[in-house]
């Protein structure tokens, strides 16, 4: 079931607000304004009966506690950061209450777009690499009916700093 | 030329089948930490006041370690650790002190630098949410002085600013030394996310706080970020739109 209208119109005035362009290129800190170097996306995720969606990440919908549907982004990422490699990190829960989101409530919470921009903070380092694997999953009772996965790279050395993603 | 990538994932009519799989985890990982103690674990198996074990120090180790191990922990298991840390907390005080005293220690320490070291990082990313959820009130002062903590890897989940996290899960038990915060810190970023953890925690102390912080405020910015919180509540204090105040917030600093 599609967004409302008005829901739509409301996402998309908000979203222009939001500092986090879609497609490569730089974002910033909140305060600091901090330069992020990296990809800025969008997921909308459409689930069908159950009572709409109930889980966001870790989080319970505040709305719609009761909702069957959990939607899930989870992120891994290993990275050199100045010559030194780091110790990969686990697949982790990256979507949150606290995300850039909106639900559609007019459809019983059965929609919900939000906006991320993953990247890595240009400035605090000379050098960087990374690759960070992103999936973002529909799950019904601990059953996962739907997913798409894809990985980012970021490369930064000096002037010259590429962004390349692909789906997996 | 902007690149769109719009997940579009359409669920159609399905069928019902839960495998419990999340209990299954934290019973197994109950079941892990007492069948396996460790040598050195010469701590006697503490009993609560209703009888009921609780985790050795050893065992609550093992547990945090869980969340920084080199190796690639799925998310499953890291949140049944962390669920399982919770349900023991909850079984009596003895055992609740025992594990934010234990998970206190492992976070607090000094010249933390996350980006440069992941495992502290995780410890972090479960432990101070674990700690809001406990409402630990005794490790505000530990959150809050890490407040602005970063890792180098931006979010939109804010998961690289842990310790905003877990202010915020402690919900108004915070808000107090958040608007000690907010009045009294020279630390500019500070200040704007003791106002990001007030408003997001919302009620009548975060409405109070903020109306009383107006004044004092000297930044232009932060003084702006109080202000549009406080038009953003409800008549419960809490944000009405939610996305919109974030999106404005994130923003405002920064143009």
């Known amino acids: 079931m599609p967004a409302s209208s008005t829901t739509s119109a409301q996402i998309e005035t908000h979203m222009k607000i939001v500092n986090l362009p879609i497609g490569p290129g730089e974002a910033r ?28 990440g870790n989080d319970s919908n505040p709305h719609n506690p009761n909702g069957t549907w959990s939607i ?14 780091q110790i990969p990190a686990k697949s982790d829960t990256d979507v949150s209450k606290r995300s850039f989101f909106n639900y559609n ?23 960087w690499s990374s690759t960070q694997r992103f999936s973002i999953t529909a799950s019904r009772d601990g059953k996962q009916y739907c997913s798409v996965s894809f990985q980012l790279d970021i490369f930064v050395d000096g002037g010259e700093k590429y962004v390349r993603w692909r789906r997996r | 030329m902007r690149i769109f990538l719009v997940f579009t994932l359409i669920m159609l009519t399905v069928f019902l089948g839960g495998d419990g799989s999340s209990k299954k985890e934290k019973d197994r990982l ?50 049944a650790t962390k669920a399982m840390l919770l349900d023991k907390s909850k079984e009596s005080s003895v055992c609740r002190n025992k594990i934010i005293t234990a998970l206190m220690k492992a976070m607090d320490k000094p010249h933390l630098n996350f980006s440069d070291n992941m495992a502290s990082y995780v410890l972090w990313r479960y432990g101070a949410v674990l700690l809001g959820e406990l409402k630990a009130s005794e490790a505000i002062d530990l959150l809050i002085k890490h407040l602005t903590l970063k890792h180098v890897v931006f979010s939109g989940s ?23 915060v907010l009045r009294h810190n020279p630390d500019g970023e500070m200040r704007f996310y003791a106002v990001w953890s007030i408003a997001t925690i919302g009620g009548d102390e975060a409405v109070s706080s903020l109306r009383e912080s107006l004044e004092s405020e000297t930044d232009e ?31 405002l600093c920064t143009e």
Not at chain 1, 72 to 85: A, F, L, R
Not at chain 1, 105 to 127: C, L, Q
Not at chain 2, 166 to 180: F, N, W, Y
Not at chain 2, 230 to 245: A, E, R, T, Y
């Open chain 1, 29 to 56: 800190e909140p305060f600091t304004g901090e330069l992020v170097y990296g990809l800025g996306f969008e997921a909308t995720v459409m689930v069908g009966i159950g009572g709409g969606i109930g889980k966001i």
């Open chain 1, 105 to 127: 409530s007019k459809g019983n919470y059965s929609s919900i777009r939000y906006r991320d921009h993953p990247g890595a903070v240009i400035g605090k380092f000379k050098t």
């Open chain 2, 221 to 251: 910015c932060i003084k702006s970020a109080i202000s549009i919180s406080l038009n953003s509540f409800d008549d419960k204090g809490q944000i009405k739109n939610w996305v919109q105040w974030r999106a404005i917030i994130h923003s």
């Open chain 2, 30 to 79: 109950l079941a892990t930490s007492y069948s396996s103690p460790t040598v050195s674990d010469k701590s006697p198996t503490t009993q609560d006041e209703s009888g009921k074990p609780c985790l050795t120090h050893d065992e609550i180790e093992s547990a945090l370690q869980r969340f920084t191990s080199r190796n690639d922990l799925e998310v499953k298991e890291a949140n």
């Open chain 1, 72 to 85: 899930n982004q989870t992120h891994s990422i290993s990275y050199v950061k100045d010559g030194v490699e």
């Open chain 2, 158 to 180: 804010m998961n690289h600013q842990p310790a905003l996290l877990g202010v915020v899960e402690m919900g108004s038990i915070a808000i107090p030394k958040l608007t000690e």
